[in-house]
Structure formats: C-alpha cells, structure tokens
C-alpha cells in the first residue's frame, strides 16, 4: 500500500531556479493538497485541488504554481525559488475534499534548501 | 492571523503518566476537529477527531475533549509512552488549517 507517494525526498536549489515536487496517491481519492511545514507555524496550506480539473488558492500561495495532471497526480511548482521557499513540502489526499470528518493522508514530506 | 493556536511548542512528561496537549481556536463556525501526530521524517497521520456535536471522543489510550464555549480542545494521552514521542497538531476541517504543533517527549 504505497498511499501518497512524494518526489523527490531532498533537493537543494539555488535561488531563481525552478523545479516540480511530484506527488501521486493510489486511493482512489477526489481531493489532494499541497502544505508546508515551517517551526513554529505548522502546517499552511498552499494550494488544493478538490477534484480533477480543479484547484484552489490556499493560505500561502505566492511563489507556487499547481497542476492536477489527473486524478491520481498533483504537482507543485517553483518557477523562481527564493529562501523563503526553503521549506518542508508535504502532499496530501482526502476521499471527496466535501465532508468535514474526512481525514488526510500525507505523504513523507520532501526537504527543500533554497541557498 | 492563527485561527488554530497550540500555545505550547514542548511536553515532557514521565511514561505512564498523563499528557495533555490542548488547542485553542477562534472560529466559532468550525465543526470538527482532528489531531494528527508527526514522527521525524514522515508525513502526519491521523490519530483522533471530535464533532462540535460531541464534548469528548475517546480511542483506547486517546481522549479529545471540546469546550465550545471557551473554544477550546485537548487531547489526553493515558499512559504516555515512549513511542508516543512525536509532534502532535491539531487542525480544524473547515478549511483544513492546522496548529503550530506540540512537541511531546515521553521520557522512559
């Protein structure tokens, strides 16, 4: 049961580079989300996507780009990273994204270091 | 603005002992609540949730108890144990905004 599935697990940027943080999840579910993890603030959401076709600002959205490529893809985009991206990036899925007693379920995280 | 507040970062407590991790929130319209618990270098994972319907859910070792009025949630660990050493959020599902977490400690 691979459940939600992040790459890469580490990258260092240099500032003004781009990347994409993949993520795909195997559970068949509607909804998916992109968060950071920084001390002392938690989690914030960054972008979401409560079904295919369709995605949604977050909490802290500037300086990010979302694709939801299919059901199963969600991807994260830096176009020019900055040190304040420097971050922990988590990826999540949820069953419908509709019903407030559904859970999340994360994946492993991947460390970002922009220098 | 920090609509979900976890106002202490750290927890130590003795294994066997009681931990209480406690969640303060601003939004009266929010209806449910859930904590989730991070070990090092993993994602989250879902441990307990509570309806506003409820004023405590309970899961073995796990109670969450919700005090509308004061806006306020805890989650009760009984005993604590070493492996329960973990960062602790809660988050509310309304817009799915977490805390700033609890670091809890179980010390053998």
């Known amino acids: 049961n691979a459940g939600v599935t992040q790459t890469p697990k580490f990258q260092v940027l240099k500032t003004g580079q781009s990347m994409t943080l993949q993520c795909a999840q195997d559970?068949?579910?509607?909804?998916m989300y992109w968060y950071r993890q920084d001390p002392g603030m938690g989690l914030r959401l960054i972008y979401y996507?409560?079904?295919?076709?369709?995605?949604d600002k977050g909490e802290v959205p500037n300086g990010y780009n979302v694709s939801r490529l299919n059901k199963r893809e969600f991807s994260l985009r830096l176009e020019s990273a900055a040190p304040s991206q420097t971050s922990v990036y988590f990826c999540?899925?949820?069953?419908?994204?509709?019903?407030?007693?559904?859970?999340?379920?994360f994946g492993s995280g991947t460390q970002l270091s922009v220098l | 603005d920090q609509q979900v507040k976890q106002n202490s970062p750290s927890l130590s407590v003795q294994e066997g002992r009681i931990s209480i991790l406690n969640c303060d929130y601003t939004n009266s319209m929010f209806d449910y609540f859930l904590w989730y618990k991070k070990y090092p270098a993993e994602g989250p994972t879902f441990l307990i949730s509570?309806?506003?319907?409820?004023d405590k859910n309970e899961d073995g070792r796990f109670t969450v108890f919700l005090n509308k009025s004061a806006k306020h949630l805890s989650l009760h660990i009984v005993p604590s144990q070493p492996g329960d050493s973990a960062v602790y959020f809660c988050?509310?599902?309304?817009?799915?905004?977490f805390g700033a977490g609890t670091r809890l400690t179980v010390k053998p």
């Open positions: 509570i309806s506003s319907i409820k």
């Open positions: 988050a509310v599902s309304h817009d799915m905004r």
């Open positions: 999540a899925s949820s069953v419908t994204g509709q019903d407030y007693n559904e859970k999340l379920f």
């Open positions: 996507s409560a079904s295919e076709g369709t995605t």
């Open positions: 559970m068949n579910h509607n909804s």
